[in-house]
């Protein structure tokens, strides 16, 4: 009876942590909800009167990061002054994400938007949170729009699936979508790659099954539960800018692209120059993972990290 419970009490907990962080979403927008009531606020949820409630609950979210993961964020210097396009890596549960935008925005005062699969736009009660956090669907019109205003936008090209089928071994699911570089390249702007060390570790996913694979693909929706929430150590590291580069040449992207991209010789300047922001961006953040992650990750390294104070 005791292993039993023993073992039915470590389930529970490896689930509970995961619907706490969702627990927490909630009680932001009802906080928010409770804001805009009280002081009759009717303005643009984007507009500087939503700051002070902004910084409320990025200070909430700010405390549980330091305290559950001892969360560090290193290389804010590199984001530019005006507008970018922020691609990173995205964890099963992205909670880094949540960090990083509390953080930025306790730091710097900026708001950085962000591209969210569809899904999250049917999750009920959570509207007022979502255009409030600069939270958007990410056509193509909204990010140019969103860049030409000065804001920086993040993406994830791997979103739910990254989130669903990535594993410890911490390889990009990209695919093929590249929409992010022709949107850079259109606007203009660079591409700045970001990385969270353990993320994998916080928070995992289910070994990618034939079944789970289906199920995804045929709802669009992440029905697999996550599960985890150990008190790892998470650090986001923000990589140097890619530079807008009007001038690619043909010897650039030979190094960057692969080579059955060369063999058509029907293919325009402009998607060429969309492949290269896209291998270069590639590149980038399965650098910083190289540099920063253990492959494949260890829990048991990553809750060892909590009491290391050197920064790597």
């Known amino acids: 009876v005791i292993i039993i419970s023993l073992t039915l009490s470590a389930i529970l907990v490896f689930f509970i942590v995961p619907l ?6 909630y009680l932001s927008n ?9 002081s009759e606020v009717k303005a ?10 902004r910084r409320a609950i990025a200070g909430f979210w700010d405390i549980y990061a330091r305290v559950w993961h001892g969360y560090e964020l290193h290389g ?3 984001l530019p002054e005006g507008p970018g396009i922020l691609v990173y890596y995205h964890g099963a549960i992205p909670v880094d994400y949540l960090y990083f935008m509390s953080r930025l925005f306790l730091w710097k005062k900026r708001l950085c938007l962000s591209v969210a699969d569809h899904f999250v736009f049917r999750l ?6 979502l255009e409030v956090t600069g939270v958007m669907p990410g056509t193509r019109e909204e990010c140019l729009i969103a860049l030409k205003n000065g804001h920086l936008v993040s993406i994830s090209p791997g979103g739910v699936r990254e989130a669903l089928f ?6 990009l699911v990209w695919g093929n979508r590249k929409g992010f570089a022709q949107v850079a390249l259109d606007a203009k702007v660079p591409i700045i790659p970001m990385y969270t060390q353990n993320v994998r570790e916080g928070y995992r996913m ?4 034939k079944i789970f694979r289906q199920l995804y693909e045929s709802t669009r929706l992440p029905l697999t539960p996550p599960y985890g929430g150990l008190p790892v150590k998470l650090r986001t590291y923000i990589g140097e800018p890619i530079p807008y580069d009007p001038n690619i040449t043909t010897e650039e992207l030979v190094e960057k692209v692969v080579k059955w991209l060369y063999c058509c010789s029907c293919i325009s300047r402009s998607v060429k120059a969309t492949f290269f922001c896209f291998f270069q961006t590639k590149t980038a953040i399965q650098a910083l993972i190289s540099k920063h992650q253990t492959i494949p990750g260890s829990i048991w390294k990553a809750l060892l990290e909590r ?3 050197r920064c790597k």
Request: proline share 4%; glycine share 2%.
């Open 307 to 309: 009491f290391d104070k």
């Open 20 to 25: 706490t962080i969702l627990f927490f979403i």
């Open 124 to 129: 009920p009660g959570l509207k007022l949170l």
């Open 166 to 171: 990535s594993n410890e071994s911490y390889q």
């Open 44 to 53: 643009d949820p984007l507009s500087d009167v939503w700051d002070s409630a």
């Open 30 to 38: 009802i906080l928010l909800l409770i804001y805009q009531r009280n």
């Open 76 to 78: 804010v210097e590199n």
């Open 206 to 209: 289910f070994k990618e099954r």
